[in-house]
């Protein structure tokens, strides 16, 4: 008999077990629309030409592959900030912020996570209802309580904004709020700038601390700086906040683990300080981070004409996906004879839409149509092709009815 008999089976990842379901179906319309991860107009992965010039680059010069220090790539560190908050603002050239290199988005929020075990024991962060779903994982893990704040009108499918400013209102004191930067996952629906001060005033009012996920950065309308705005506007107000940063889906770095932990302070002294204890608890957990991802960053975002090709790339995504997009609308106003509405679906931004659907509808999706997509809804659109929206869209409206 096993010593390891009492473990259990762990239930499949709710987001990645979809992509094994996938796998297995040989149908041949079948279409995977659970992962976020960007696929061609042919429904292949795609490595982004400034990527394969940055490896060519680091290639030529040979470099080595000695360990790199716990906080990661220096010049990383410097362009993953300034990228962020533009190179031009004060928090930068102050040096108010503690910029540490994660694994990706998920590791920065690890990290983060830890940071606010350790030095606000007993603090909770709120977070919207629904969200990314490793949110709750990530911050049980590190033993962080948390609750959520109403976020989704299933009514409109559109933002339930008042219940989330009450509910920000009304968690304890100095809670930290778990921002999306841009595209919420897993609804597509975001605040309008006018929305978006407001939320800061009630954080403010409450002396809590914003939390941002950065997960698509240029990714979600195509523009760098346009996708920073919520968390630039919250720094314009000199507040102190934590942004975990991801390359995975702005330069299809999904497998190279790279991102950022960057803590916004009041003073170049504190951010010092909370540098060195983000270094303290990364040591033990993974001891330093992966160079590959870090260097193709550092080259592509330090070069200026890699740069521009960067940028006319994303907005090459950003397109065909809010093609695709628009598509999927057209489609089902003109097959749906039921008079449903479905704009909403032209409101929501970013890699994912929102359907409405709920599990059982979601079900039949999957098992009828043999398209795969998480039980809350959720479909990616960057796995859609405009080959296939008439297609879904068929799927959507038989569904639904
Ligand atoms: N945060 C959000 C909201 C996401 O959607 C994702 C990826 O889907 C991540 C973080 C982290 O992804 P990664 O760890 O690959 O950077």
């Known amino acids: 008999v096993s010593r390891f008999e009492g473990i259990t089976m762990a239930p499949p990842d709710p987001i990645l077990g979809v992509s094994e379901a996938f796998k297995a179906d040989t149908n041949e319309m079948k279409l995977n629309l659970g992962v976020g991860a960007y696929r061609t107009e042919e429904l292949q992965p795609y490595v982004l030409n400034v990527v394969k010039k940055a490896e060519n680059l680091m290639l030529e010069r040979g470099e080595n592959k000695e360990y790199l220090p716990i906080e990661g790539l220096a010049a990383f560190n410097i362009v993953t900030a300034e990228l962020l908050f533009g190179a031009a603002n004060s928090v930068i050239q102050q040096q108010r912020v503690a910029t540490v290199q994660g694994l990706s988005g998920t590791g920065s929020l690890r990290l983060a996570a830890a940071l606010i075990e350790r030095y606000f024991p ?65 609804t597509g629906i975001d605040p309008t700038p006018e929305q978006w001060e407001k939320i800061a005033d009630v954080i403010q009012e409450k002396n809590h601390i914003p939390f941002f996920d950065v997960a698509y950065q240029g990714f979600a309308s195509g523009s760098l ?17 934590l942004v975990a940063q991801s390359y995975s889906k702005n330069l299809g770095l ?33 001891s330093n981070p992966p160079i590959h991802g870090a260097r193709i960053v550092a080259n592509v975002v330090g070069n200026p004409a890699l740069f521009s090709e960067w940028k006319a790339e994303m907005e090459l995504m950003a397109g ?60 990616s659109l960057a796995g859609l092709s405009s080959a296939k929206c008439e297609y879904l869209a068929d799927a959507i409206i038989d569904s639904y009815h």
Not at 234 to 240: D, H, K, L, Y
């Open 122 to 186: 007993g603090a909770k962060v709120i977070m919207s209802s629904p969200t990314w779903g490793n949110h709750k994982n990530i911050l049980n893990d590190a033993g962080v309580p948390w609750s959520e704040y109403r976020y989704y009108d299933p009514k409109t499918v559109g933002l339930d904004f008042d219940g989330m400013i009450s509910d920000i209102k009304a968690a304890p004191e100095g809670s930290f709020v778990l921002l999306h930067g841009c595209a919420h996952n897993p």
């Open 320 to 379: 065909r996906i809010k093609n695709v997009r628009q598509k999927l609308y057209d489609s089902l106003s003109a097959k749906d004879k039921s008079g449903k509405d479905w704009s909403f679906i032209l409101k929501q931004i970013g890699m994912f839409s929102f359907t409405g659907l709920n599990k059982a509808q979601s079900d039949n999706m999957t098992n009828k149509w043999h398209v795969y997509m998480t039980k809350d809804g959720r479909v």
């Open 254 to 286: 999904y497998a190279e683990r790279i991102g950022a932990i960057n803590v916004v302070c009041s003073s170049a002294d504190a951010a010092e300080r909370v540098k060195s204890q983000l270094k303290r608890l990364a040591r033990p957990m993974y």
């Open 225 to 241: 700086d346009a996708d920073a705005s919520s968390v630039r506007s919250f720094v314009a107000r000199g507040m102190e906040l």
